[in-house]
């Protein structure tokens, strides 16, 4: 059976198939034709055959994907109950979103030594809290994912200064070797309207800053925090393609290690009016983060798009978690996008592009050089207006967005910065595209 089709059909090359499309375009240009080019300028093909295949040798994740929930910790009490909830539901990590330090022995009561992996983050930066909350957690697998780079870029300032920053940083990791102190929060720029091959870019730009401050034996304790867009083949070829160009720069500080990687939905492609559509995307967001090798795969915490709690926002979270693992095995999805031509093929492109703009800043003098002279918030903003505008002229299409007038009850977001609010650089700001049509 297995010889079935190559018995009875003769194997046709790639110049054959051209020939004959290019002759049943009557003329048409092929280029012009059946060329799509992306805003990223990937050229997509209308075919992919075996005699110009590609492929990125990128080292593979662990075979399962951790799921992860979310959870804001409003109260410790209440963070703890939802904590315990999650994992009966089938959760194996937990992700606390922290604004201020918290009662550990409280949180943790009941969540030690359960074989659940815990990650953070934090909006502050206290050496003394952190220093006791890891000696806490230390029987634990923790990641802190402490960013101050990526803080400065969301905000626009150092949680103090920059040498005390780095000093807290560099007197955690002195003490806490074996530990995951750091995280890159790459997420940052997918959300304010970067593309795909801006975003590896700028997380291995980003990343570099740290491997060049603190020394490249970091390389294996660091996480990658990504967001994941919509377009479902993209994503997987992301992801792949940063595996490889991270151990290719780390080739250059003759070590190597593999990208620990951790996704989550994107906030870009979400309405504050259709919860239906968000659950839709976001679950295949989590798909296209398994299949590309994301060690852990969060669901979406649906609250980050209201100002106040919302009950049914965290039931959908909830049950979302369970149609993953249950209905879509999603902790066991095997590297299936291996040797596939189309997602190799955008690989071998993004890495290159990729590879391009990462070389350009660091010979422009590094990530917070062109941070400070606001290199990288111009190139986003740009990305992000033409996504805007093909947005606006129904070029890029969110489903049921056509609907927002009539069902819209809630104010946009505000992303504008406060009154009087002084920043050391302009900050990088999220951006959904559907914020002005809500408004």
């Not at 110049?15 to 805003?39: H, P, V």
């Not at 807290?168 to 959300?191: D, H, M, P, V, W």
Request: proline share 1%; aromatic share 10%; charged share 20%.
């Amino acid at each position: 059976m297995n010889n079935l089709y190559s018995e009875d059909f003769e194997p046709s090359s790639s110049a054959a198939w051209k020939q004959k499309i290019q002759f049943e375009l009557q003329g048409a240009d092929y280029n012009k034709t059946l060329l799509k080019q992306t805003l990223e300028g990937i050229s997509i093909k209308p075919f992919y055959h075996s005699d110009s295949f590609q492929k990125l040798n990128s080292t593979s994740k662990q075979n399962t994907a951790q799921l992860c929930e979310p959870i804001n910790i409003d109260s410790e009490i209440n963070a703890n109950k939802k904590a315990l909830f999650a994992i009966k539901n089938g959760a194996n990590a937990i992700k606390f979103n922290v604004k201020n330090s918290f009662n550990s022995t409280i949180l943790f009561d009941n969540l030690l030594n359960k074989n659940i992996t815990f990650h953070f983050n934090f909006h502050f930066l206290n050496e003394v809290f952190l220093t006791e909350l890891i000696q806490k957690l230390e029987n634990e697998v923790v990641f802190y994912n402490i960013d101050i780079i990526g803080n400065l870029a969301k905000t626009g300032n150092w949680h103090s200064t920059i040498s005390s920053d780095f000093n807290i940083i560099e007197n955690l990791l002195k003490r806490n070797a074996s530990t995951f102190i750091l995280g890159i929060n790459s997420n940052i720029y997918q959300n304010a309207g970067a593309n795909n091959v801006q975003q590896i870019a700028y997380t291995l730009a980003h990343v570099n800053e740290y491997l060049t401050k603190f020394g490249a034996n970091i390389a294996s304790k660091i996480q990658f925090n990504f967001s994941i867009g919509s377009n479902f083949f993209f994503e997987i070829a992301k992801i792949k393609a940063f595996r490889y160009l991270y151990n290719l720069i780390l080739q250059k500080y003759n070590i190597s290690a593999n990208a620990i990687i951790f996704c989550e939905p994107t906030k870009r492609n979400k309405t504050k009016i259709d919860l239906k559509t968000n659950i839709i995307r976001s679950t295949n967001e989590c798909l296209s983060a398994s299949i590309g090798g994301s060690n852990t795969v969060s669901t979406f915490l649906f609250d980050n798009l209201f100002t106040l709690n919302n009950t049914l926002s965290e039931k959908v979270s909830k049950n979302q978690l369970l149609i993953l693992k249950k209905k879509c095995n999603i902790e066991n999805i095997q590297n299936i996008a291996e040797e596939a031509s189309y997602i190799e093929s955008l690989s071998v492109q993004i890495a290159e592009k990729s590879l391009a703009i990462f070389k350009d800043i660091e010979k422009s003098g590094g990530f917070l050089s062109q941070l400070k002279n606001d290199t990288i918030q111009r190139k986003i903003n740009e990305n992000a207006q033409k996504e805007q505008t093909a947005f606006n002229n129904g070029t890029i299409v969110l489903t049921d967005i056509i609907n927002l007038k009539k069902h819209n009850t809630n104010k946009p977001s505000k992303n504008k910065l406060k009154a009087g609010y002084k920043t050391l650089i302009t900050p990088i700001i999220e951006k959904r595209l559907t914020e002005k049509l809500e408004h």
